[in-house]
C-alpha cells in the first residue's frame, strides 16, 4: 500500500509526504531522521492520510496535494483555522 499523508509540524506548518509504511515514516520523521523540512520542527503529528493501490497514484495526489494552499490543506485535514 502507498500512502500520502500531512504533518502539522511543532509550529504549526503542514508537511506532505508519500510512503509505503506510515506508522514507520512518522517515527523517522520524530527521530529527527526524515525530510530536511521537519527535522526543525519536532515532534510532529500526523493530521491526515490516503492510501493507494499504485504508486504512481499516490505520487500524483501527493503533487496535487503540495499545490494547494495552506487554507485548503487544514480543510481538507479538517483542522481549525
Not at 517515527?27 to 526543525?40: D, E, I, P, Q
Not at 515532534?43 to 487554507?71: C, D, G, T
Request: hydrophobic content about 30%; some cysteine; glycine content about 4%.
Amino acid at each position: 500500500m502507498n500512502y500520502v499523508y500531512l504533518l502539522r509540524c511543532s509550529d504549526n506548518t503542514l508537511y506532505c509526504g508519500w510512503t509505503t509504511d506510515l506508522s514507520k515514516r512518522i517515527l523517522v520523521h520524530n527521530s529527527g531522521h526524515g525530510a530536511k523540512y521537519t527535522r526543525s520542527r519536532l515532534p510532529v503529528e500526523l493530521v491526515y492520510f490516503e492510501e493507494y493501490e499504485e504508486r504512481s497514484k499516490a505520487l500524483s495526489r501527493e503533487w496535487q496535494i503540495k499545490k494547494l494552499s495552506r487554507r485548503e490543506k487544514m480543510e481538507l485535514a479538517g483542522l481549525s483555522f
